[in-house]
Antibody, heavy 119, light 106 residues
C-alpha cells in the first residue's frame, strides 16, 4: 500500500525557516518523480516544486523560487522541502505527491502538513 | 503560465443527477488534463488522467472528455459520496496549473 506521511509543519514567524519531510513507503521511491503542492486556507491548489527520480532535476513555482529547496534521500525514502524567508502568503497545507506517468500527474497524495507564517 | 478556468464555481445537485463540470485552458494542452476530487479536510484524489482515462479504482460513473482547450468532467448519476470539490489540472507544461475548483453541493 502506497503511503506518504508529511511532517515538519508548524507556526513560524515571517522571515523564518522550516523543513518539511515526506516519508514514503509501499512503492519504489527512487523510481518516481515527487512534488510538493500547497493549499492556502479556503483556497485552491498550487503546485510548489517537483524533483526527478534521481534528484538531478528540480523545478519551482515562481512564487517560491530562490526561497524554497526541494531535495530527496532515496536511501531513506524521504522527500524534503526546505523553506526559507517565509512570508504570510506561504501559509498553507503542504502536500507531498507522487507522480504517475509524466512529471505532473499527481496520482497519490499524503495527508498534508500545515504551515502557518505569523508573528 | 497556462491558466485553467473551471465553470461553474459551485453547483447544487441531488442524488441521481447527472453533473457536468467544464474546464478551459488558456492555450492548447493536447490531452494533458487531469481531474481531482477533494473532500473537506482530505487530500485530493485523481479521478481522470489524460483527459479521459479513468484512474484505477474510480467508479465508472465518472468520465472525462475533451482535447486542446476544452474539457468536461461528467458524473452520470451523483452519489452521496460525490459531494466534494473538483479541480482540473494541466500537466502539459511547467508550471502545472489547477483550475479554481468546482464545489458540488446538495
Amino acid at each position: 500500500e502506497v503511503q506518504l506521511v508529511e511532517s515538519g509543519g508548524g507556526l513560524v514567524q515571517p522571515g523564518g525557516s522550516l523543513r518539511l519531510s515526506c516519508a514514503a513507503s509501499g512503492f519504489t521511491f527512487s523510481s518516481d518523480v515527487m512534488s510538493w503542492v500547497r493549499q492556502a486556507p479556503r483556497k485552491g491548489l498550487e503546485w510548489v516544486s517537483s524533483i526527478s527520480d534521481s534528484g538531478g532535476s528540480t523545478y519551482y513555482a515562481n512564487s517560491v523560487k530562490g526561497r524554497f529547496t526541494i531535495s530527496r534521500d532515496n536511501s531513506k525514502n524521504t522527500l524534503y522541502l526546505q523553506m526559507n524567508s517565509l512570508r504570510a502568503e506561504d501559509t498553507a497545507v503542504y502536500y507531498c505527491a507522487k507522480s504517475g506517468s509524466g512529471w505532473y500527474l499527481f496520482n497519490f497524495w499524503g495527508q498534508g502538513t500545515m504551515v502557518t507564517v505569523s508573528s | 503560465d497556462i491558466q485553467m478556468t473551471q465553470s461553474p464555481s459551485s453547483l447544487s445537485a441531488s442524488v441521481g443527477d447527472k453533473v457536468t463540470i467544464t474546464c478551459r485552458a488558456s492555450q492548447s494542452i493536447n490531452s494533458f488534463l487531469n481531474w481531482y476530487q477533494q473532500k473537506p479536510g482530505k487530500a485530493p484524489k485523481v479521478l481522470i488522467y489524460a483527459a479521459s482515462s479513468l484512474q484505477s479504482g474510480v467508479p465508472s460513473r465518472f468520465s472525462g472528455s475533451g482535447s486542446e482547450t476544452d474539457f468536461t468532467l461528467t458524473i452520470s448519476s451523483l452519489q452521496p459520496e460525490d459531494f466534494a470539490t473538483y479541480y482540473c489540472q494541466q500537466s502539459y507544461s511547467t508550471p502545472p496549473t489547477f483550475g479554481q475548483g468546482t464545489k458540488v453541493e446538495i
